[in-house]
């Protein structure tokens, strides 16, 4: 498979202090990549060096087998879109002036803006002026606007971090259409049932570098001990460990009609976070 | 390099929408034509009366509104979106010139029909204007961006808006202190000499020397604001 996003032994040090440390990883063509991180982890960093917002301290970093650095041309901002904590929108102008004015400049027809609406559930708030909508409200109109040329690479900085559950959810089938229509998605977030749902594989930042990296299941297996979590009938939830030794307790409760449930104890993305950094995700 | 004329039109269409809805910044536009008014009411106005209107249009419209323009932009971070779409700077700035241009343009039109100044040679006096108007479009748009806000660009614009509006008031002082000779070179006092020049009947032969410096510092002007345009682009 096609990487569109290479880095390689990228650095970034703001002052004396280092905001990202010697991080490398791949994305692949058509590839939801989460980066996972606590605030101040390097996240936004990342994405503004692949986006030729910042330049890197030292290390390689390439997108569509183009430096970064000479990412500045119009040919390449077509194919890109970006949503940072600076994306702004004109607080004067109604949703629609806003994205009419993007439709215009990446040449998409405005028959779009229905459809970029719908996928961020605005679609009744068109001629809303910007000034007057909630804060949740704008980062679905930032997303609206991202969406709007469908583009190959897509970087989202945090994209549901302002959003309710029921918004957060219409964002997240809007990203997994455009996914499947083949935009390579860049996700940054520190919410791990997103990132969970979203992406193909993630890596864990922390401190500016990359602790881990990998498919979501897989991480969950290699940090599970094997234990089930068994619910019986008289109310009393036993913890059993793997092997023969749990299996054979387990057979005991089943062969006596006393199981309701059993649940492997996998972990979540954000217990091996804490288990890996010693830290919140927040 | 591609140029879009479709991108540059978007740009402009949407700055008419939000300074028609900018009060704050439209009203400008009436000072010029407050003075415009009041000297008009006087009998046998000279040409650098007139021009003393005409520069005033030039720092305060031209100026003062490109830079809050693009200080606006900057501040609300949607330059930020402009730079990262495929937009390129000469649409961008073009289209960001584009208002404040016709703008500068409608506001001396009145101005001179209040003042009723009627050049002796309006195709030179016209061509002046537009360069100077070019040369006004880059200082603001250079303020716009050197501005972390709107607030502090019309403060930053102030000095720009008293040395461009009312130099020729430091002209007499010139010869009294020669380190202020260099007034002599700004482009309001040229624009006056070309126009005080065209009014004894000099042709566009004879005034090609003032519309050299005032190109000059059109191309002076251009480059320094593309130069901090492509630092804005990236964050430090």
Request: glycine share 6%; proline share 3%.
């Amino acid at each position: 498979m096609e990487n569109i996003i290479e880095v390689k032994s990228l650095a970034k040090i703001f002052g004396n202090k280092a905001a990202l440390e010697d991080v490398s990883f791949q994305v692949e063509k058509g590839e939801t990549f989460g980066f996972l991180g606590p605030s101040g982890s390097g996240k936004t960093t990342t994405i503004k060096i692949l986006t030729g917002q910042l330049l890197q301290t030292s290390g390689d970093a390439t997108v569509f087998n183009l430096p970064v650095t000479s990412l500045n041309k119009p040919s390449y901002r077509k194919r890109i879109g970006v949503i940072t904590d600076n994306s702004g929108l004109y607080q004067r102008l109604s949703i629609y002036d806003n994205l009419k004015l993007y439709c215009d400049l990446y040449d998409v027809p405005t028959k779009r803006i229905d459809e970029v609406l719908e996928m961020v559930n605005l679609t009744e708030d068109t001629k809303k002026v910007v000034s007057k909508l909630s804060k949740g409200m704008l980062q679905r109109v930032t997303l609206a606007r991202a969406f709007l040329h469908e583009p190959e690479l897509l970087f989202l900085d945090e994209p549901t971090s302002a959003l309710d559950p029921v918004n957060s959810k219409h964002i997240h089938d809007g990203l997994r259409k455009l996914n499947e229509k083949g935009t390579t998605i860049f996700l940054t977030t520190h919410d791990m049932s997103e990132a969970e749902s979203l992406c193909k594989r993630v890596a864990f930042l922390h401190k500016g570098k990359i602790q881990l990296l990998d498919e979501p299941k897989v991480l969950r297996r290699q940090f599970s001990d094997s234990s089930v979590t068994v619910e019986l009938k008289d109310g009393r939830e036993l913890n059993l460990p793997g092997g023969s030794k749990g299996a054979n307790e387990i057979y005991k409760y089943l062969s006596t009609d006393q199981v309701v449930s059993i649940h492997s104890n996998e972990p979540t993305l954000g217990d091996i976070f804490v288990e890996v950094t010693g830290r919140e995700l927040v | 390099m591609t140029f879009s004329m479709k991108r540059v039109m978007a740009i402009f269409q949407k700055d008419m929408k939000d300074l028609y809805k900018n009060m704050y910044v439209s009203s400008t536009i009436l000072m010029p034509l407050i003075f415009a008014f009041f000297y008009g009411r006087m009998d046998d106005l000279t040409v650098e009366v007139h021009f003393v209107v005409i520069n005033l249009t030039l720092a305060i419209v031209t100026a003062f509104l490109q830079c809050s323009i693009i200080a606006e932009e900057k501040e609300k971070n949607t330059l930020r979106g402009l730079m990262l779409s495929p937009a390129t700077i000469p649409e961008i700035l073009g289209g960001k010139s584009l208002v404040t241009f016709i703008l500068t343009a409608i506001t001396i039109i009145l101005c001179t029909m209040l003042t009723g100044y009627e050049p002796t040679n309006i195709g030179i006096i016209a061509i002046a204007i537009v360069i100077s108007s070019l040369f006004y479009i880059a200082l603001g748009t250079l303020m716009g961006l050197i501005s972390r806000t709107v607030i502090e660009a019309s403060v930053l614009i102030l000095p720009v808006m008293f040395i461009f509006g009312f130099g020729s008031m430091f002209v007499p002082f010139a010869e009294q202190y020669p380190i202020l000779s260099v007034i002599d070179y700004l482009p309001n006092i040229q624009l006056v000499e070309l126009a005080a020049a065209v009014e004894a009947g000099s042709g566009f032969g004879d005034v090609l020397g003032n519309l050299g410096i005032i190109v000059a510092w059109v191309i002076i002007g251009m480059i320094a604001t593309v130069i901090v345009f492509k630092k804005r682009e990236l964050d430090e």
